[in-house]
T-cell receptor, first 112, second 112 residues
Framework: SQQGEEDPQALSIQEGENATMNCSYKTSINNLQWYRQNSGRGLVHLILIRSNEREKHSGRLRVTLDTSKKSSSLLITASRAADTASYFCATDEYQAGTALIFGKGTTLSVSS | DGGITQSPKYLFRKEGQNVTLSCEQNLNHDAMYWYRQDPGQGLRLIYYSQIVNDFQKGDIAEGYSVSREKKESFPLTVTSAQKNPTAFYLC???????????FGSGTQLSVL
């Protein structure tokens, strides 16, 4: 079962620009999380937003959650070349409260 | 130095052979997970365990087996029944199901 779906699949920007990625999901959730993956590496947790929260910030990251639209967005401000990576959203299955289900990810390329 | 360790980093399987991927964590986490990642794709859940001596199948459990005899360890066996095993395998752990995941660095499995 694929819960989160990211959009766009790929994004190319210049250093200093903002990058916005979107995630849509299908069922009710307890929380939604964003992860980052550098090529050939494990995933790193970025931020977790709970279903009763609408916005959360962490450094240059801003995440919003709209449970009525079943969607979330991740904004990276003032992008750097080091932000080049794949970004995934993940959600829990509300009924079971079990393992996270991941989307296919957005590949971000930041050029200097 | 707390973390989650996967080994080996690269593994090759011959036809008809079972191979076992190791995953160890010293974070004192109750829950552990195995995900499979194919090129350009998201993560798909193979198996997860919320407590010692208990585990549940994920979306793609066929051809795989696991054990959870110790809290720290969650090995994954790729059996000969898995006809397309070439993929990047990621192990993760969390304090409880649905919470922030900590990932290992992954094992790339290829077929000879």
């Amino acid at each position: 079962s694929q819960q989160g779906e990211e959009d766009p699949q790929a994004l190319s920007i210049q250093e200093g620009e903002n990058a916005t990625m979107n995630c849509s999901y299908k069922t009710s959730i307890n929380n939604l999380q964003w992860y980052r993956q550098n090529s050939g590496r494990g995933l790193v947790h970025l931020i977790l937003i709970r279903s009763n929260e609408r916005e959360k910030h962490s450094g240059r990251l801003r995440v919003t959650l709209d449970t009525s639209k079943k969607s979330s967005s991740l904004l990276i401000t003032a992008s750097r070349a080091a932000d080049t990576a794949s970004y995934f959203c993940a959600t829990d299955e509300y009924q079971a409260g079990t393992a996270l289900i991941f989307g296919k990810g957005t590949t971000l390329s930041v050029s200097s | 130095d707390g973390g989650i360790t996967q080994s080996p980093k690269y593994l090759f399987r011959k036809e008809g052979q079972n191979v076992t991927l190791s995953c160890e964590q010293n974070l004192n986490h109750d829950a552990m997970y195995w995900y499979r990642q194919d090129p350009g794709q998201g993560l798909r859940l193979i198996y997860y365990s919320q407590i010692v001596n208990d585990f549940q199948k994920g979306d793609i459990a066929e051809g795989y087996s696991v054990s959870r005899e110790k809290k720290e360890s969650f090995p994954l066996t790729v059996t000969s029944a898995q006809k397309n095993p070439t993929a990047f395998y990621l192990c993760a752990s969390s304090t409880s199901a649905g919470e922030k995941l900590f990932f290992g660095s992954g094992t790339q499995l290829s077929v000879l």
